[in-house]
């Protein structure tokens, strides 16, 4: 459908600059700045500071009110870098572990391309959001006026993954993406000799019992068609080899696909804690925290995001009801706020996963996904 041009900017290099200098959520005052000043290059009408180091850029053509927001995150992971590419981080500790240096480089490529096309009727908004990786930056933009500011009628996102097909696209209605939240489980007992235990209240033998407990909720309280997964992956003690400690923090986090399952995990873990702590004399506390909440596409985007991916790439390439994954994503809450589509775009069977300190966005993608922004663009936002 879209005839957009795509100019020959080397988006390449621009990738690889950004992948040098990465900065983390919240800080990423120079990358906001590189963007600023790449959208106003092209002409673009270019908004800073939006919740904190968000940046929107705004093309309008024809007459309609209709807009759709487009966005990309743009922040970096605290992780070293292993790889000994000429593009490696500068910064040690700092790294774009996660694609975002791509995720920013393609849909500026869109602008550019929009910015010279005539293609759509209505506006598009290219957001740039801060901290995902924390899950504080699609709330800090919105509570800054994202939407207020920046009226649209839909907002859609992607990102790479890699085990899929490079090039190619998976997607699904509803949710696409489970909730997250983290728990701290504090078990004060009182410490002894490890040859008299009857003296002590073992806080290891509670924990035990705690993490197998914790299992329950998986296998005998949530409906068994309804996915969710309860995992401890700290265990920390203060003892020694011959000392029943007087303390043990267990840690871990939660994830599912319902937001009613969010809410049956929190419940019955705190009962359980408590009663079994209770049952030995032990003092057990429980911090839950919810980090992330389901992310559901709409169906109406979802049918506009797999049709503009199709065209792109063909429809053999375009998983249009693939399995949900079981990672979680902030873009999430700007779904809570209004209709839209996330979906995944193919690293490569072979890339490195996410969050590996050998993992690299795959260039190849950058026009791949820049075609698909442009080709949704002009079927969200149709010339009548």
Same mark, same amino acid.
């Given at each position: 459908?879209?005839?957009?041009?795509?100019?020959?900017?080397?988006?390449?290099?621009?990738?690889?600059?950004?992948?040098?200098?990465?900065?983390?959520?919240?800080?990423?005052?120079?990358?906001?700045? =590189?963007?600023? #000043?790449?959208?106003?290059?092209?002409?673009?009408?270019?908004?800073?500071?939006?919740?904190?180091?968000?940046?929107?850029?705004?093309?309008?053509?024809?007459?309609?009110?209709?807009?759709?927001?487009?966005?990309?995150?743009?922040?970096?992971?605290?992780?070293?870098?292993?790889?000994?590419?000429?593009?490696?981080?500068?910064?040690?500790?700092?790294?774009?572990?996660?694609?975002? #240096?791509?995720?920013?480089?393609?849909?500026?490529?869109?602008?550019?391309?929009?910015?010279?096309?005539?293609?759509?009727?209505?506006?598009?908004?290219?957001?740039?959001?801060?901290?995902?990786?924390?899950?504080?930056?699609?709330?800090?933009?919105?509570?800054?006026?994202?939407?207020?500011?920046?009226?649209?009628?839909?907002?859609?996102?992607?990102? =790479?993954?890699?085990?899929?097909?490079?090039?190619?696209? /998976?997607?699904?209605?509803?949710?696409?993406?489970?909730?997250?939240?983290?728990?701290?489980?504090?078990?004060?007992?009182?410490?002894?000799?490890?040859?008299?235990?009857?003296?002590?209240?073992?806080?290891?033998?509670?924990?035990?019992?705690?993490?197998?407990?914790?299992?329950?909720?998986?296998?005998?309280?949530?409906?068994?068609?309804?996915?969710?997964? @309860?995992?401890?992956?700290?265990?920390?003690?203060?003892?020694?080899? =011959?000392?029943?400690?007087?303390?043990?923090?267990?840690?871990? #986090?939660?994830?599912?696909?319902?937001?009613?399952?969010? @809410?049956?995990?929190?419940?019955?873990?705190?009962?359980?804690?408590? =009663?079994?702590?209770?049952?030995?004399?032990?003092?057990?506390?429980?911090?839950?925290?919810?980090?992330?909440?389901?992310?559901?596409?709409?169906?109406?985007?979802?049918?506009?995001?797999?049709?503009?991916?199709?065209?792109?790439?063909?429809?053999?390439?375009?998983?249009?009801?693939?399995?949900?994954? /079981?990672?979680?994503?902030?873009?999430?809450?700007?779904?809570?706020?209004?209709?839209?589509?996330?979906?995944?775009?193919?690293?490569?069977?072979?890339?490195?996963?996410?969050?590996?300190?050998?993992?690299?966005?795959?260039?190849?993608?950058?026009?791949?996904?820049?075609?698909?922004?442009?080709?949704?663009?002009?079927? /969200?936002?149709?010339?009548?």
């Amino acid at each position: 459908m879209t005839s957009a041009q795509f100019p020959q900017r080397d988006w390449t290099e621009w990738r690889r600059a950004m992948h040098r200098q990465p900065e983390l959520g919240f800080s990423e005052h120079l990358t906001a700045k =590189n963007i600023a #000043d790449c959208l106003q290059s092209m002409g673009v009408e270019t908004h800073t500071g939006i919740g904190g180091t968000g940046v929107v850029g705004i093309i309008t053509r024809g007459q309609s009110s209709r807009a759709i927001g487009l966005r990309a995150d743009i922040d970096a992971l605290p992780i070293q870098e292993h790889n000994q590419f000429a593009h490696r981080s500068e910064h040690d500790g700092k790294f774009h572990g996660c694609g975002h #240096d791509g995720h920013t480089t393609m849909l500026l490529h869109a602008a550019e391309a929009l910015s010279n096309s005539d293609t759509f009727d209505g506006t598009v908004y290219f957001i740039f959001q801060p901290n995902e990786e924390n899950g504080l930056g699609a709330l800090a933009m919105m509570k800054d006026g994202l939407f207020e500011k920046f009226k649209m009628d839909a907002v859609y996102g992607l990102h =790479n993954m890699p085990g899929i097909p490079a090039g190619s696209f /998976a997607v699904r209605e509803g949710p696409m993406m489970t909730f997250e939240d983290n728990f701290v489980i504090t078990i004060n007992g009182r410490g002894g000799h490890a040859s008299m235990p009857n003296r002590a209240i073992d806080p290891v033998l509670i924990a035990a019992e705690i993490i197998q407990a914790l299992q329950s909720i998986i296998s005998r309280s949530l409906d068994p068609m309804h996915a969710g997964v @309860v995992s401890v992956t700290e265990i920390l003690t203060d003892g020694a080899r =011959n000392v029943i400690p007087s303390k043990v923090v267990l840690k871990g #986090d939660t994830r599912g696909l319902r937001d009613d399952t969010q @809410v049956l995990i929190e419940a019955r873990m705190r009962q359980l804690v408590v =009663n079994i702590g209770a049952a030995h004399g032990a003092d057990v506390t429980l911090a839950y925290t919810h980090e992330f909440v389901v992310l559901n596409n709409s169906v109406d985007e979802t049918g506009i995001a797999a049709d503009a991916a199709t065209a792109v790439v063909g429809e053999a390439l375009v998983d249009a009801d693939c399995e949900p994954a /079981a990672c979680s994503e902030d873009f999430a809450q700007m779904l809570r706020v209004k209709p839209g589509c996330y979906l995944l775009l193919g690293n490569g069977i072979d890339s490195q996963s996410l969050h590996n300190p050998h993992y690299d966005f795959n260039d190849e993608l950058i026009s791949v996904g820049a075609r698909y922004w442009a080709e949704l663009a002009a079927r /969200a936002l149709p010339k009548l």
